[in-house]
């Protein structure tokens, strides 16, 4: 009787170290999405004639702006090393 009692909880407790230690899988994160370059004859046919004709300055590009590198959160870190 005490053998069966000693089975039955070392089958659950090792049911649920497993449980516990195994990885999550299906849950990753969303992907990061790279952005479509559109070719020069489709930018120029979707952008509206000015009624007036009139040329803006803003055709004239700013450079793009310095990248600066963000510090990881501790949730950051942790997810890291998790996956």
Not at 7 to 18: A, F, T
Request: charged share 35%; aromatic share 0%.
């Amino acid at each position: 009787m005490a053998d069966l009692v000693k089975e039955l909880i070392s089958g659950v407790v090792d049911s649920v170290l497993k449980e516990i230690l195994k990885k999550t899988t299906g849950r990753a994160t969303a992907k990061r999405k790279k952005r479509k370059t559109r070719s020069p004859a489709t930018t120029t046919a979707a952008r509206k004639p000015t009624s007036t004709g009139r040329k803006t300055t803003a055709t004239t590009r700013k450079p793009a702006r310095k990248q600066v590198s963000k510090r990881r959160t501790a949730a950051g870190r942790s997810r890291q090393r998790r996956g």
